[in-house]
């Protein structure tokens, strides 16, 4: 009898390999495609940096910040950017500010102030039915965000 000596996978392991790429797939995909919860959370991430920028520029130039926001156009700026970072589709923007800082319907800012401190405020950014709310507090300027029903 001659024995042939198979240079091949046997069903098991392919089985094996098959079931491992199945879970992988499952695991990574939720990861890798975009949802509005990731994307809600990237821009209010984006903003509080925006923000803390805008404090930590008025400790070190040691003059008044505005952080602007434009509810009506769904844009934002810092003074460290000229340029208006745009929100992405679909996504709503809400300010709560002091009336002085209000410069058109849809416009206003949020000022930080040389020792830290701000004008204090609100930002609610939503999509999909999710928002996160980033507080700004008026006496210490601390930025805080929290994840809220719109």
């Known amino acids: 009898m001659t024995r042939h000596s198979g240079s091949g ?3 098991v392991e392919l089985l094996l390999v098959l ?4 879970v992988l797939a499952a695991v990574l995909a939720p990861m890798l495609l975009p ?6 959370q990237e821009t209010a991430d984006q903003i509080g940096t925006g923000l803390r920028e805008t404090r930590r520029t008025a400790r070190a130039t040691k003059a008044v ?6 509810t009506e156009n769904g844009r934002y700026r810092s003074p460290q950017s000229p340029d208006w970072r745009e929100l992405p589709q679909h996504m709503t ?7 002085s ?3 058109s319907a849809g416009t206003g800012a949020i000022a930080f102030n040389p020792d830290g401190s701000s004008s204090g405020g ?3 950014v939503g ?7 980033i507080d700004v507090a008026w006496l210490t300027g601390r930025i805080h965000a929290a994840e809220v029903t719109p």
């Open 9 to 11: 996978f046997t069903l």
């Open 19 to 22: 079931g491992l790429i199945a």
């Open 35 to 40: 949802s509005a919860a990731r994307t809600l």
């Open 65 to 70: 910040q505005q952080f602007v926001v434009d």
């Open 93 to 99: 923007l809400e300010l709560t500010t002091a009336q």
């Open 101 to 103: 800082l209000l410069t």
């Open 122 to 124: 609100q930002i609610v």
């Open 127 to 133: 999509l999909g039915g999710h928002g996160v709310q």
